[in-house]
């Protein structure tokens, strides 16, 4: 049996293991991973955001090994991780990543990239155009997450707008914005985070020290306290996307949504096609967001790191 190294959460323990070569199944591909990227929720994960054990890890970028139909062989790519059954009444209306059968590598039933290896369905994966470096193609699934807010809302241009949180994901929704020509503030906790956003004309403020309302917020605090910081922050009738998820749960009086009419919408994924387009473009500077970059050997370490505090971005390569 071919064994390859892999990134485990068992019982709460992340663990770094031999495990079996993953099987190709009928429709997926076979894919050596080159490099994953730590998040939020893979860090949530080991505080038991929900139930999973396997192998962790759902950003990567990787390298085709094996295409039943060799359409794909030899290609880099990136992969959608919502894997839907395509065939329930939510599929049908064209929801799948809300398939209440889905599979989500390294969040559910589904063992995750931070493996040599792994597998995905054909319609999962995105090739990744020439331009894009190996390191910024990890950030596709996550600046993807940032472009489902302008999916999912219209933000007039008189608005205005702020992010709450200067985290990894905050960074790149505030990208987002910028790049489709939206005048945004950053409230953050870290000055020196927020200075990778200067170039893009994005104004960092201390979140603490802000005493102004906003029409319009996106949490990615990571934190339960960053919804209640944005309810007291927000105009009448704004508009909050929450991007925030946490193992911590939170009391929460809505009696305010109802009171001051705000609008609290829920959002996550995000479309991969225009986010590889905006990689491939090469304004948005997030290689500057990659603190360090750990051999899958350093696993467990890797990810003791990323959950420090003020730490942004952490890769895992795989050892080839």
């Known amino acids: ?3 390859v190294k892999a990134l485990v959460l068992e019982k709460g323990k992340v ?4 495990t079996p070569i993953p099987i190709v199944s009928p429709g997926e591909l076979l894919i050596r991973v080159i490099y994953g990227g730590i998040c939020s929720t893979d860090l949530e994960m080991v505080k038991g955001y929900v139930p999973f054990s396997g192998i962790m890890g759902h950003e990567f970028v990787g390298v085709v090994e094996k295409d039943p139909e060799g359409k794909l062989e030899g ?5 959608e991780i919502n894997i839907s059954c395509g065939d329930c009444s939510v599929c049908r209306r064209g929801l799948k990543t809300h398939c209440p059968e889905r599979k989500v590598p390294g ?4 063992n995750g990239v931070f493996a ?5 369905p054909r319609e999962n994966i995105f090739p990744v155009p020439e331009e894009v470096p190996d390191k910024d193609a990890v950030f ?5 997450a940032g472009l489902e807010i302008l999916e999912q809302v219209h933000i007039p241009p008189s608005s205005s707008v702020g992010i709450l949180g200067d985290g990894k994901l905050g960074l790149l929704v505030a990208m987002v914005l910028a790049e489709a020509g939206i005048e945004t503030i950053m ?9 990778i956003l200067k170039p893009l004309g994005i104004q960092g403020l201390i979140a603490k020290d802000f005493q102004g309302k906003m029409d319009f917020l996106v949490d990615c605090t990571g934190n339960p306290k960053g919804l209640e910081f944005a309810l007291k922050i927000i105009n009448p009738r704004g508009t909050i996307v929450l991007k925030t998820t946490v193992a911590e749960q939170t009391n929460l009086d809505v009696g305010v949504l109802v009171r001051e009419e705000i609008r609290l919408i829920g959002s996550r994924c995000g479309p991969f096609g225009p986010a590889l387009r905006l990689l491939q473009k090469g304004r948005l500077p997030v290689e500057k967001m990659i603190d360090k970059v750990f051999p899958l050997s350093r696993g467990i370490e890797a990810i003791e790191f990323a959950g420090k505090r003020g730490v942004k971005k952490v890769l895992v390569e795989m050892e080839r």
Do not use: D
Request: hydrophobic fraction near 35%.
């Open 116 to 120: 040599e290896y792994v597998t995905l």
């Open 75 to 79: 290609k880099r790519v990136v992969g």
């Open 107 to 110: 969040i559910k039933n589904r």
């Open 15 to 18: 663990l770094l293991k031999e």
């Open 1 to 3: 049996m071919i064994t």
């Open 140 to 144: 596709t699934e996550p600046l993807a």
């Open 187 to 195: 409230l953050g906790n870290h000055p020196e985070k927020m200075k």
